[in-house]
């Protein structure tokens, strides 16, 4: 009897409790606080939500109970930093193997002393976990991205030779000046030349302003404004810019996994292909190069995390390479521990989860060899998952 594909999750975030004391320490954004009162400490992110983070805390000296609902950021519970909880999450929604990668912000905020030590205990501590959990975990390292550039090239190094780890994540900043600033370049040829592959998530969405006063400052919209559309127009821009500059036919072995199925580009790639053919100043180089298409289907993998058939259908013609028109590129994910349920047991089953679970199965048919590919075993081939080459071992 053929063994069943195992179910990979390939966007499933962890704090280790290092980095929770970090946020715990400082005093800006990303932070973590806590407010009398309420169950959980408070871990605010985004930088939109400065305001309401000023008036809670201005409140809470003035000994005003705290409303939980209008508390900024997000309650810091359990799924953030212990892997029994991931593993019995992953238990709970059938996820055989996840690739644990650091949330956002990474190490962007990190001071430049001390950004290579702590990638390097991050890395040990996702090292530990996974070995702790054999078959069951993988991990994307984390870059200290503000470190002095031999740091970081030693940290890609040194990474790239940890058993457990399968690529890196990176946000969108890259260096401070976004990924497709030249000083950037050797990063990512390293990168490339390792082998390892670039899980891309966004963090800094849209300047404030886009939102207006009620979807910024009076927190009145929530997270939903920054988090459905300033990240995925964020990781979209990311790819325009490196795809611009010439970055992917310069670094033809530079792969990417793009987080939620490439924010927009599926939607856009044509859009940005027919302005770089209308661009008197951009298409004379461009016409040599290889097209927004011709990268999608080569260096770029897609997440599977949009919550819908409609994105996900979107996402398979974007990627639609030579094989089973685009479904060999396409690898499920949850974002775990983002988005629980607001109204059932957070120990229970995860709506997010099913969303996109669903989506699969309602794009590719319940069961269908194209969706076990997409929900797993996409994954396995593409990020080498049970394999243990001879130099690691
Ligand atoms: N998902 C993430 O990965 N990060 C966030 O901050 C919110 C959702
Ligand atoms: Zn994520």
Redesign the pocket.
Known sequence: MASKTPVVDVHT?MYPPEYIQILESRDAIPIVRSFPGTPDPRIV??STEMAPLKEAEAAAARGEPPQTSALPGRPLTSHYASVTQKIHFMDTHGIDVSVLSL??PWLDFVDKDQAGNLAASVNAGFSAMCKAHPGRLYFFAALPVTAPADVLLQTIADVAKLPFCRGVILGTGGLGQGLDDPAMEPVLAALANTGLIIFL?P?YGLPGEVWGPRGGTTGEYGHVLP?ALGFPMETTIAVTRLFLAGVFDRLPKLRLLLAHSGGTLPFLAGRIDSCVRHDAHLWKAAKTRRSIWDVLHEQVYLDAVVYSDVGLQAAIAASGGAKMGGLDRLMFGT?HP??PPLDSDEQGEWESVSMNADAVSTALGDGSPEAAAVMGGNAVRILRLYEEPADKA
């Open positions: 975030h992110l985004l949330a956002n998530h963090h988090l974002d983002f988005f």
